[in-house]
């Protein structure tokens, strides 16, 4: 099993720009999940899907960030514009509900840096 | 979900056991302890969870207290690669699949 991929690995980019990240969750899992992780405010849950619906998005800081996932092997993460205080890095994680367990497996995280 | 508390740092000698203490005094009866860490550079890893039996896997155990309040994470021969910081998450287990980081402590292995 390849993991919880995301891509690009390392992102950046000027301020006012669009940035979409890519994540590729575990395959059969049924939750994906979207982190933010900087020094200041640690790591935060920005949203969730469940069966490809977004469950929960309060954790999306504002309009500039908006989130889908098409299908079950695929979502992406937009900023659009991005600006310098989004610079961060990006954790997508994959669970399955089936498990009982619960456990969330994360990808290796973008980061990004906005110029 | 209940609040957690962590010591900010720790440090544990290579070969000995690290034993890392969590405060959960407000834990619901229907609330599990999570434990992950993050290797410096990576994604969050899962090691274990539990209700309020003695867990115990390939990476390491978890003790709970009696009451639930509290809980220990033990790993039983650190190693240079457990350098980490751990995180202790308290969650009720059913639909919501939200984990809420804590700060976590910051776990340092020495030679």
């Known amino acids: 099993d390849a993991g919880v991929i995301q891509s690009p690995r390392h992102e950046v980019t000027e301020m006012g720009q669009e940035v979409t990240l890519r994540c590729k969750p575990i395959?059969?899992?049924?939750?994906l999940f979207w982190y933010r992780q900087t020094m200041m405010r640690g790591l935060e849950l920005l949203i969730y899907?469940?069966?490809?619906?977004?469950?929960?998005d309060s954790g999306m800081p504002e309009d500039r960030f908006s989130a889908k996932m098409p299908n079950a092997s695929f979502s992406t993460l937009k900023i659009q514009p991005s600006e310098p205080r989004d610079s961060a890095v990006y954790f997508c994680a994959s669970s399955l509900r089936a498990s009982g367990r619960y456990e969330q497996y994360f990808g290796p995280g973008t980061r990004l840096t906005v110029t | 979900d209940a609040k957690t508390t962590q010591p900010t740092s720790m440090d544990c000698a290579e070969g000995r056991a690290a034993n890392l203490p969590c405060n959960h005094s407000t834990i619901s009866g229907n609330e599990y302890v999570y434990w992950y860490r993050q290797i410096h550079s990576q994604g969050p890893q899962y090691i274990i969870h539990?209700?309020?039996n003695n867990e115990t896997n390939e990476m390491a155990s978890l003790i709970i207290t009696e009451d639930r309040k509290s809980s220990t994470l033990i790993l039983p021969h650190a190693t240079l690669r457990d350098t980490a910081v751990y995180y202790c998450i308290v969650r009720v287990l059913g639909n919501t699949g939200k984990l809420i980081f804590g700060q976590g402590t910051t776990l340092q292995v020495k030679p």
């Open positions: 899907f469940n069966n490809n619906v977004p469950i929960d």
């Open positions: 539990g209700l309020k």
């Open positions: 395959s059969g899992h049924d939750y």
